[in-house]
């Protein structure tokens, strides 16, 4: 997985590539915490992540509870069919503010 910051004053915009899973997911909760600290609004752009896990949609939950306790909003854009689909099927698709591109 590589992550990419791009920083538009209150909004950051996480770029992430490849598999979020076990072997990702700490150091993307790593980068996510730091990111949620630092920005009102957390844009994660899935355009190019391939897989998501168990491991990966807790981080993104933590990382949603995160930025709604500070008053702040977590986005998710540009999810492919089978990322939405494992959101679909968990039920956490209604969780989060989706974006489509």
């Known amino acids: 997985m590589t ?11 996480l770029l992430i590539e490849g598999r979020l ?6 150091e993307a909760e790593q980068i996510f915490r730091d990111v949620a600290a630092r ?14 896990s168990s491991a990966g949609l807790r981080v993104l ?8 306790k500070k008053g702040g909003e977590l986005i998710l854009r ?5 990322v939405t689909e494992v ?3 968990t039920g956490l698709i209604c969780l989060f503010t989706i974006e489509s591109d």
């Open 3 to 13: 992550v990419k910051l791009i920083s538009r004053d209150t909004r950051g915009e």
């Open 21 to 26: 899973d076990s072997v990702t997911a700490p």
């Open 39 to 52: 920005f009102e609004t957390v844009v994660l752009n899935m355009e190019a992540m391939t897989y998501i």
């Open 61 to 68: 939950r933590q990382l949603h509870m995160i930025m709604k």
């Open 78 to 82: 540009g999810m492919n069919r089978m």
């Open 87 to 89: 959101f679909e099927m």
